[in-house]
């Protein structure tokens, strides 16, 4: 006799008659098929004699879910296990034996103690990579002849884990937040820039922040996530490229003027990885990025205005003036009170390579402002 697995046996047996000079051999195998349990069994005697013999035992339970199927015979007093999100194939033990669940979800405890308390436990070893339970262990009580009912909660969760550079080639640092688009915190980074997300969306931006400068990343994953995944690792490939450039932006004036400058936002986004950077046309994918940034200057009398505008040393997947995209300073409103005010120079640009570029607007107010917009296309 042995045991091939906890679900399946065997049995050889030999045997010698010297008296009648005969030879028996028997051989039987069973096995837990995790709804019914199967045995086959055959021998041989002598020349002229063969058996063959096999069974099929188990239960039936017919309930308000359906009918499910037992390995085990179900008594009197028994319970209708469920998980939810019809998880199957989860190994669930209690006092009876393990059963497992069915494509429903549900699965059949044979058999319950009548008038005393009994456990039920998953075996969270069976349960897909990508779910966790809140609770796995319930204690039922029941009388004699009833039916019980014990429901499990599972939840399907999304991990990944990130190894995020930044545009300058450097690891993110450790410590810095991660929050979601909508500015909720997710996690914080560790180590080497390694950033693990718990439950991520199939189509999720992070942000991430630190004192510094602000990045944003895009991440896009398959809408159906992989049940036998137990976290998704996102390395710096070809295909799979989570690099972001992110512009950092030093607004300072370039010539004498007794203004004072402020901006909407001191970082901006080029990742060109971004799905809203991208547009059809004609059944071909290209690029186009449009970013804004107010700039308030606010003068105490007539100024030419030139605003210098000092970028980060950053890499080709990231910002950076020249042929592939011109930085557009555009000048579209400009008040004196309530008034509107003429400009004498509505834009100004930079095409040369490098990480710097100066802009200039001519300003006529004696005491205003101007509403400045800073466009880089692809």
């Given at each position: 006799m042995g045991v091939v697995s906890d679900e399946m046996s065997y049995y050889v047996n030999a045997e010698r008659d010297h008296d009648e000079r005969e030879t028996s051999l028997n051989g039987s195998i069973s096995s837990n098929l995790h709804y019914t349990q199967v045995s086959l069994a055959a021998g041989a005697s002598g020349s002229d004699s063969r058996t063959y013999n096999g069974t099929m035992s188990g239960g039936i339970a017919v309930h308000d879910q359906g009918v499910t199927f037992s390995p085990?015979?179900?008594?009197?007093?028994?319970?209708?296990?469920?998980m939810d999100n019809n998880i199957a194939g989860?190994?669930?033990?209690?006092?009876?034996?393990?059963?497992?669940?069915?494509?429903?979800?549900?699965?059949?405890?044979?058999?319950?103690?009548?008038?005393?308390?009994?456990?039920?436990?998953i075996d969270t070893a069976s349960l897909p990579k990508n779910v966790d339970i809140g609770n796995g262990t319930k204690m039922i009580k029941q009388g004699r002849g009833a039916v019980g009912k014990v429901g499990f909660s599972a939840i399907t969760q999304?991990?990944?884990?990130?190894?995020?550079?930044?545009?300058d080639g450097k690891k993110l640092p450790r410590g810095v937040a991660i929050e979601d688009s909508e500015g909720n915190y997710l996690t914080t980074s560790v180590d080497d820039g390694v950033v693990f997300l718990n439950n991520i969306k199939p189509d999720m931006v992070l942000d991430i922040k630190d004192e510094q400068q602000s990045c944003?990343?895009?991440?896009?994953?398959?809408?159906?996530?992989?049940?036998?995944?137990?976290?998704?690792?996102?390395?710096?490939?070809?295909?799979?490229?989570?690099?972001?450039?992110?512009?950092?932006?030093?607004?300072?004036?370039?010539?004498?003027?007794?203004?004072?400058i402020s901006s909407s936002i001191q970082?901006?986004?080029?990742g060109k990885r971004s799905a809203a950077m991208r547009q059809v046309d004609r059944g071909k994918t290209t690029q186009l990025a449009d970013r804004t940034i107010t700039l308030v200057m606010?003068?105490?009398?007539?100024?030419?205005?030139?605003?210098?505008?000092n970028t980060a040393n950053i890499s080709n997947n990231g910002?950076?003036?020249?042929?592939n995209g011109s930085l557009n300073l555009i000048a579209s409103d400009a008040f004196s009170g309530s008034n509107n005010l003429d400009l004498a120079l509505a834009s100004g640009?930079?095409?040369?390579?490098?990480?710097?570029?100066?802009?200039?607007?001519?300003?006529?107010?004696?005491?205003?402002?101007?509403l400045c917009k800073m466009v880089k296309k692809w």
């Open positions: 085990w015979t179900i008594n009197d007093t028994f319970a209708i296990a469920k989860v190994r669930i033990t209690s006092q009876a034996g393990p059963v497992w669940t069915d494509f429903r979800g549900n699965a059949v405890i044979p058999s319950i103690q009548p008038w005393r308390t009994s456990g039920v436990e999304r991990r990944a884990l990130l190894n995020i550079t930044l545009s944003r990343i895009h991440l896009t994953f398959p809408e159906d996530a992989p049940k036998d995944v137990f976290m998704r690792q996102q390395q710096e490939s070809a295909n799979e490229r989570i690099i972001t450039g992110c512009l950092l932006l030093n607004f300072a004036m370039a010539a004498q003027a007794e203004c004072n970082n901006i986004d080029y606010q003068c105490d009398q007539d100024a030419h205005i030139r605003v210098q505008l910002f950076g003036f020249g042929p640009k930079n095409d040369n390579p490098g990480s710097t570029g100066t802009a200039s607007i001519s300003t006529s107010p004696i005491i205003g402002w101007c």
